[in-house]
């Protein structure tokens, strides 16, 4: 988590997770994260993540567990879905590092 500038230098940024599947294979999680906190997402779908005003959430995803061959496997939540076919019409977001 990161304070966007005017936050008082000792404030406690705070943002939230959740992760969850479906009904077959179900997992409920709502997690409040600050800053060095993870978030388990052993199945399922994740999001969203989200920072409270004020503050910046930096995300990152680690794939990790057994087997030699490790693939991205995903899926979007059927309902959910559409929403990644808005991200080709925005534009990206100048404080990320790195460039289109």
Known sequence: ????SGAPADADAIGYQRVYASDERPIDVAAEVRTGDVVLVPYGWHGPAMAAPGYDLYYLNVMAGPGPVREW???DD???????????????????????
Do not use: K
Request: hydrophobic share 35%; aromatic share 10%.
């Open 73 to 75: 496997l995903i899926s």
């Open 78 to 100: 059927p309902h959910h879905g559409w929403v990644r076919q808005t991200w080709e019409s925005q534009n990206i977001d100048p404080r990320l590092p790195f460039g289109a």
């Open 1 to 4: 988590m990161a304070h966007r």
